[in-house]
């Protein structure tokens, strides 16, 4: 029950981050611009793409030990 709770709250949490991320969308896009929008996209991008490579490598070790990592 602890752990249910906990997730819940962190499940809103984050529900009420998104919330306040759609209800300030527009003031946010006047304080940074769209060079400002376009760049942070592209930086998230990157990361996205390096977690998902990092998540790939782990994957491909965990199935296949045998072709080493010092996991």
Same mark, same amino acid.
């Given at each position: ?12 949490? %984050? !529900? @009420? ?5 759609? /209800? ?9 611009? #769209?060079? $400002? ?6 930086v998230l991008?990157? %990361? !996205? @793409? ?5 998540? /790939? ?9 045998? #072709?080493? $990592?010092?996991?």
């Amino acid at each position: 029950p602890a752990a249910q709770a906990l997730i819940a709250a962190a499940m809103i949490g %984050v !529900l @009420a981050m998104v919330w306040a991320g759609f /209800v300030l969308a527009e003031a946010i896009m006047k304080i940074v611009g #769209l060079n $400002g929008v376009q760049v942070g996209s592209r930086v998230l991008g990157i %990361v !996205l @793409a390096a977690i998902a490579v990092n998540n /790939v490598i782990e994957g491909v070790r965990t199935s296949f030990p045998a #072709l080493g $990592g010092a996991g």
